[in-house]
């Protein structure tokens, strides 16, 4: 299947990396480079490390999955990390898409997986980005002080391999497993998202709101 590359390089609603703050930060990291390859090292360590992940803090609208209001908030779950740094990479002129699979994922909370009934989750996000002639996949979700805290270890990226979970923690137990590939998008798949977890979640943004630190939680269970 043939591409243009023109659509993976432009702003759409929530890629909106014409807002300054949004093209500021790619510019901050990617000071030095001299290639695309390391302007996206650059930027994959910038998202990943200084956006924390929660998956409590999920919104399944536009405005709230917007690379301009992730960076705000400074914290976010995979899907909104993912759709920063396609738009800080596109901001540089960057080929970069979104990804989707689904995962079963060891790394959750008792609440979580009470809320959602399962530890199965649909539409796991990450970037696609063009370099040296091919997609590479590059996952920024875990940022380096919640892998610490949990004994994961943090994913990198060299720009060259994908970046994709490990299957195993440090200590050899299961973290990761990807069950179903669900595609690369020029912009976000919003409905198609929606309608999932509708159907296998119900109101998972209502559920997941109510007063809760996903680190505090996870700090608590892991480590009891």
Known sequence: MKYSMAEFLEPTAS?????????????????GASSDLQKAVGIYYAVRDQIRYDPYNVS?????????????????????KAILMVACCRAQGIPA????????????????RRVMQTDIFHWHGYAS????????????????????????????????????????????????????NRGEFADMP???????????YGDLEAKLSVGSSFDKELSQEHFK
């Open 190 to 200: 919003l409905a198609q998202l929606r309608a999932t977890f509708a159907k296998v």
């Open 129 to 180: 980005i063009f370099l040296e002639n091919k997609w590479v996949k590059a996952t920024p979700a875990f940022n380096i002080g919640l892998c610490e805290k949990v004994n994961i270890r943090p994913l990198e990226f060299d720009g060259l391999e994908d970046s994709i979970y490990h299957e195993f923690d440090q200590a050899g137990n299961k973290h990761m497993e990807y069950l179903r």
């Open 60 to 80: 399944l609208t536009v405005t709230g999955l917007k690379a301009s209001n992730t960076l705000a908030r400074g914290a976010s779950w995979c899907v909104p």
């Open 97 to 112: 898409r979104l990804g989707f699979a689904d995962v079963q994922n060891h790394l959750s909370t008792e609440r979580m």
């Open 15 to 31: 890629i909106d990396f014409e807002n300054t703050a949004v093209s500021d930060f790619a510019a901050r990291h990617v000071q």
